[in-house]
């Protein structure tokens, strides 16, 4: 096997021509709208005044929850009925990146949020000095290889062009997967951190695209191969069924990278919250999920 130092593509004509299709991403309404509330704009309000699980409407209490479009906020869509049997309003901000939703709580103008998972989120509280919390676990997506240029894993060609996740903890799960179906290979200790500077064996000189994940469907066009986060494949109308390879459901990765509900430590012990948590973890959602996603969304409970 050859040992070749692994090539990648910070900045190139991919990356450019799909970063401006998604521009507009960052200015949808529901993001805009719900950033300048996490920003704390309504005048004379503080963020403690915004903080939807101390309000009390007529039918009980009301929480508000920050999350990504699919399958996060469809998944609450489903339990929202099931809570307001229990005297609970739940209000859902859906957002279309991962700052905000965790600004939101910490700022006050969410409850908390459900869009990450807990290696982000410890990344998130390092690097902006916050203390975020994890309250439950809720479902896992697999991480798949969908084919881009290439319809078979059996076909990669040398210097191949395989798209992934820029974020540390999302390519981490890229170079696992990777190194789960034999394109390179990674030092032993590299786990769940593991960096390109991990690769200690690249035997068909894997050229790596580095994407914002919401980028990775479109990029399929101009790409052998990209490495895609379950939420993003369905959300660019791709299914489970169509990857070429799936991470294993016993793999460091589906015990690790589960989407859990996140707040802050004040109100990691809130009733409304607590009960959030119990209905996402009940039979009724995992029934939904089960029933609704194809395998590209596993409950974990």
Do not use: W
Request: contains cysteine; proline residues 5%; aromatic residues 6%.
């Amino acid at each position: 096997m050859k040992n070749i130092t692994l090539k990648r593509i910070a900045a190139s004509a991919i990356s450019i021509a799909v970063l401006g299709s998604f521009t507009a991403c960052s200015g949808s309404a529901s993001e805009t709208t719900a950033a300048g509330t996490a920003a704390g704009t309504t005048a004379g309000e503080s963020a403690d005044d915004t903080t939807a699980a101390d309000d009390q409407t007529a039918g009980g209490t009301v929480i508000t929850i920050g999350a990504s479009v699919t399958p996060h906020t469809e998944i609450l869509e489903f339990a929202k009925p099931i809570l307001a049997e229990q005297g609970i309003t739940l209000e859902i901000v859906t957002l279309e990146d991962y700052i905000t939703p965790n600004t939101g709580v910490i700022e006050g103008s969410l409850d908390a949020n459900y869009c990450e998972h807990q290696p982000y989120l410890d990344q998130f509280n390092e690097e902006n000095g916050s203390d975020l919390v994890s309250i439950g676990a809720v479902h896992y997506e697999p991480f798949g290889i969908y084919a881009g240029r290439v319809d078979s894993l059996d076909d990669l060609p040398d210097g191949a062009l395989i798209a992934v996740p820029n974020d540390v903890t999302n390519e981490a799960r890229a170079l696992l997967l990777l190194e789960q179906e034999g394109f390179i290979t990674l030092s032993e200790d590299a786990g769940i951190n593991a960096t390109v500077a991990d690769i200690v064996d690249n035997p068909y000189d894997i050229e790596l695209v580095e994407l914002a994940p919401e980028q990775l469907v479109a990029t399929l066009p101009d790409v052998d191969f990209a490495v895609i986060n379950g939420n993003y494949a369905i959300e660019g109308g791709l299914s489970v069924n169509d990857a070429l390879a799936v991470e294993a459901n016993d793999g460091i990765a589906a015990q690790t990278y589960g989407n859990i509900i996140v707040t802050t430590p004040d109100h990691a012990d809130d009733p409304a919250l607590i009960a959030l948590v119990e209905v996402l973890q009940g039979p009724e959602v995992a029934e939904y999920i089960e029933s609704t996603y194809d395998g590209a969304v596993v409950p974990l409970f």
